[in-house]
């Protein structure tokens, strides 16, 4: 009874509070708790004519049809691998660039760099593929640098192994400005007191970045780095499906990308929940890990 009566006090007194959060929670329930329900149908040979009810009841085998799929190991490794030089080169990016534009004390020139960061963010993601295309194509602006010192023109979207750097390596690109806000909004709260204690204690720039600036953002790395970790398998399809062709299909091709193809194209729909379902288990498994592993090591974790 005191938690209910905590509870109705701490409503009363942050009532706003409370009714700003409403649309929020609305939004989360009707559109990611509501629709586990439809996870059944990964154990059944859905159709939609037939409805939950009336579909064939399959068990697990959507799964085994999975796990025995020739593409199997092949979309496993490329999803695992394309995540994961993402993690070790687009994660420390946003860092970078926030540690990098906190330095600047010009502020014009500050807003400006910032503003131009922050631009790729808002490109349509056709526009980009559509751009990556086009630069790197034989007879693309690419190319043609590469040609005055020496390097044959080739389509890069036509060598399997240009695929996964050209996609970090634009995705990097897209993201690194709309990543930084996070870093620049919490070291925008550290206190300027433990900046000069390090100066009067004879630290420069860089040993103030690695003495205090650092350390005062490892907690939100580590809460962002936990939270990356547990999405290393739900890479998007968009951009795989608008840049890859059967040429690359080989390096290019994840398990999103076959999810969309057997889901919406092939309109196999509990095969392609029973494939989104494995997707969610395995991150949920390594983002305990990962979890554990923080609060083990480092004291701090998301729960």
Known sequence: ??????????????????????????FYICFCYLPMGGLVIAFQDYAPAKGILGSEWVGFQNFINFFHDYQFTRLLRNTILLSLKLIIFGFPAPILLALLINELRWKRYRKTVQTLSYLPHFISLVVVCGLISDFTSSTGLVNQLLSYIGIEPKTFLMQPKMFQPLFVTTDIWQTIGWGSIVYLSAISSIDPGLYEAATIDGAGRFRQILSVTIPSLMSTIIVLFIMRIGNIMSLGYEKVILLYNPTIMERADIISSFTYRRGLLDMDYGFSTAVGMFNSVINFVILWIANRLCKKFTGESLW
């Not at 009566?5 to 649309?23: G, S, T, V």
């Open 1 to 26: 009874m005191s938690i209910l009566k905590n509870l109705k006090r701490d409503i009363i007194k942050n009532k706003y509070i409370y009714l700003m959060a409403i649309p929020v929670a609305a």
